[in-house]
């Protein structure tokens, strides 16, 4: 079972970027189409990005084509989400999985994106 670890969030002005990480142990990713997700409190985890397995082809929700591109490593296990044009509504805690489905089972603690206006 792949066992992530999210790290990179932090606190950003609206328009600021941040680089998060999800490095993977327990399995190797390369095997999964990998997948970041974001929660609000009080709201359904949601899709945000996912990526292929060799990383040729990758999907985004609307909300945040243009601004955010995800990216892969197979090499160092690890898959990275490229956050630029930062809006307060990004807030969230934002989560990876080998997985493009938010209903997938098995989370990590996740890493908190706070964006100030």
């Known amino acids: 079972q792949v066992q992530p670890v999210e790290s990179g969030g932090g606190l950003v002005q609206t328009g600021g970027s941040l680089r998060l990480s999800c490095a993977a142990s327990?399995?190797?990713?390369?095997?999964?189409?990998m997948g970041w997700f974001r929660q609000v409190p009080g709201k359904e985890r949601e899709f945000v990005a996912a990526?292929?397995?060799?990383?040729?082809?990758?999907n985004y929700a609307d909300f945040v084509k243009g601004r955010f591109t995800i990216s892969r490593d197979n090499a160092k296990n690890t898959v990275y989400l490229q956050m630029n044009s930062l809006k307060p509504e990004d807030t969230a805690v934002y989560y990876c999985?080998?997985?493009?489905?938010?209903?997938?089972?098995?989370w990590g603690q996740g890493t908190q994106v706070t964006v100030s206006s």
């Open positions: 990526i292929s397995k060799n990383g040729d082809s990758s």
């Open positions: 327990g399995r190797t990713i390369g095997t999964f189409t």
């Open positions: 999985a080998p997985s493009a489905n938010p209903k997938y089972p098995y």
